[in-house]
């Protein structure tokens, strides 16, 4: 079964960099269509952010965009998430997500990972 | 963008109702359209695809349907088990959205 594991900073000063890396097993990052980054804000909804494919095709959403860039890692089998000038709002539990080849984001999640923005 | 919108944001019933949730998307999205199933301190799993279409290992009390832009989530016979936060998911085209979810709790 293919498993996400995303590890980074948990601690993010304002104005600073957010980066974390999602490692994938039980699949090639190649295989698959394309790979995807959603953030959780504690107690509130869901964010999708943006998402990769393996040729290093991305989508972002637009009010990230001009903060947020997407690689990924063919050799390593990640992909990795940078969110640069980060503000408290950035705070959440972010996940990697693989794409189904049908469209829809596939279990099983990452189980996340939860990032402060503070000083 | 597409805009997600849910309702109700939050719902008590019985056990053994039957509940109705229902997500409305401001474009044509063509079935595009997923439920995803939050318990509290867990990750989201998906329940539907392609608007009707339940995933593997989905209990048969879940069920979804479309009607052009205007998607329901019906749990028949709800259980307890069932208490989580439930959302739609546009996959329509990038960027995919979420609607704000709905909060199912128990009477």
């Known amino acids: 079964q293919v498993q996400l594991q995303e590890s980074g900073p948990g601690l993010v000063r304002p104005s600073g960099t957010l980066s974390l890396t999602c490692a994938v097993s039980?699949?090639?990052?190649?295989?698959?269509?394309?790979w995807t980054w959603v953030r959780q804000p504690p107690g509130k909804g869901l964010e999708w952010i943006g998402e990769?494919?393996?040729?290093?095709?991305?989508n972002y959403s637009p009010s990230l965009k001009s903060r947020v860039r997407i690689s990924v890692d063919e050799s390593k089998n990640q992909f990795s998430l940078n969110l640069t000038s980060a503000i408290a709002a950035d705070t959440a539990v972010y996940h990697c997500?693989?794409?189904?080849?049908?469209?829809?984001?596939?279990?099983?999640w990452g189980p996340g990972t939860l990032v402060i923005v503070s000083s | 963008d597409i805009q997600l919108t849910q309702s109700p944001s939050f719902l008590s019933a019985s056990i053994g109702d039957t509940v109705t949730i229902t997500c409305r998307a401001n474009?044509?999205?063509?079935?595009?359209l997923a439920w995803f199933q939050q318990k509290p301190g867990k990750v989201p799993q998906l329940l539907i695809y392609?608007?009707?279409t339940l995933q593997a290992g989905v209990p048969s009390r879940f069920s979804g349907s479309a009607s052009g832009s205007d998607f329901t989530l019906t749990i028949s016979s709800l259980q307890p088990e069932d208490v989580a936060t439930y959302f739609c998911?546009?996959?329509?085209?990038?960027?995919?959205?979420f609607g704000p979810g709905t909060k199912v709790d128990i009477k």
């Open positions: 997500v693989r794409v189904d080849s049908r469209g829809f984001l596939a279990d099983p």
């Open positions: 039980g699949a090639s990052i190649s295989d698959s269509n394309w």
């Open positions: 990769i494919y393996h040729n290093g095709n991305t």
């Open positions: 474009q044509d999205i063509r079935n595009y």
């Open positions: 392609a608007a009707v």
């Open positions: 998911q546009n996959y329509d085209s990038a960027p995919q959205t």
